[in-house]
T-cell receptor, first 112, second 115 residues
Framework: GEKVEQHESTLSVREGDSAVINCTYT??????FPWYKQEAGKSLHFVID?????DRKQSQRLIVLLDKKAKRFSLHITATQPEDSAIYFC???????????FGQGTKLSIKP | EAAVTQSPRNKVTVTGGNVTLSCRQT?????MYWYRQDTGHGLRLIHY???????QIGDVPDGYKATRTTQEDFFLLLELASPSQTSLYFC??????????????FGEGSRLIVV
């Protein structure tokens, strides 16, 4: 079955700099790649996604890149702010399946 | 915004004990999921369902049963709890699969400790 690997378990960047979180997946049939954010002590919520018919998507300060050949996708957070501090989870899903497989999570800390 | 409510929010039980975690969603979503969150493992899918009476096995189902009694309600059952099941459990729902209704809406989590 699908496996999603999230390469950085922790990441620390200075406020205002960019943060990049990388993920890889194994199932070539995966076609949907969302990102979720979990703030300290809270639940998860959706932040951005990308589908396999595009290789780049941007929503305000968030950019997602998808490299289908390498089976790799990444989340770029530009001009980081203190409220970006959280655990970020990547995930992948096959179009025909109902289940979403998550990576291990990356704890992002924004230093003043 | 979709509402997903879990209960209990915190539970302590003994090894061998019987635990039921409840989840209710009020947005008529088709899909419901149970995940567990553990440090170093992220979120792992236990069971999921795409409608009342339906159950699909996830990636870490051993020691867990689940039942979807209605469109709204999805239960996770631990009939002989073990310390390895100490975890933070999340329920989630979504409208469907494919290109529509992909977003998962999560509950607040249920922290279970098995001593």
């Amino acid at each position: 079955g699908e496996k999603v690997e999230q390469h950085e378990s922790t990441l620390s960047v200075r406020e205002g700099d960019s943060a990049v979180i990388n993920c890889t997946y194994t199932d070539t049939a995966s076609s949907y790649f969302p990102w979720y954010k979990q703030e300290a002590g809270k639940s998860l919520h959706f932040v951005i996604d990308i589908r396999s018919n595009v290789d780049r998507k941007q929503s305000q300060r968030l950019i997602v890149l998808l490299d289908k050949k390498a089976k790799r996708f990444s989340l770029h957070i530009t001009a980081t702010q203190p409220e970006d501090s959280a655990i970020y989870f990547c995930a992948a899903r096959n179009y025909n399946q109902g289940k979403l497989i998550f990576g291990q999570g990356t704890k992002l800390s924004i230093k003043p | 915004e979709a509402a997903v409510t879990q209960s209990p929010r915190n539970k302590v039980t003994v090894t061998g004990g019987n635990v039921t975690l409840s989840c209710r969603q009020t947005n008529s979503h088709n899909y419901m999921y149970w995940y567990r969150q553990d440090t170093g493992h992220g979120l792992r899918l236990i069971h999921y369902s795409y409608g009342a009476g339906n159950l699909q096995i996830g990636d870490v189902p051993d020691g867990y049963k689940a039942t979807r009694t209605t469109q709204e309600d999805f239960f996770l059952l631990l009939e002989l709890a073990s310390p390895s099941q100490t975890s933070l459990y999340f329920c989630a729902s979504s409208e469907g699969r494919g290109n529509s209704g992909n977003t998962l809406y999560f509950g607040e989590g249920s922290r279970l400790i098995v001593v």
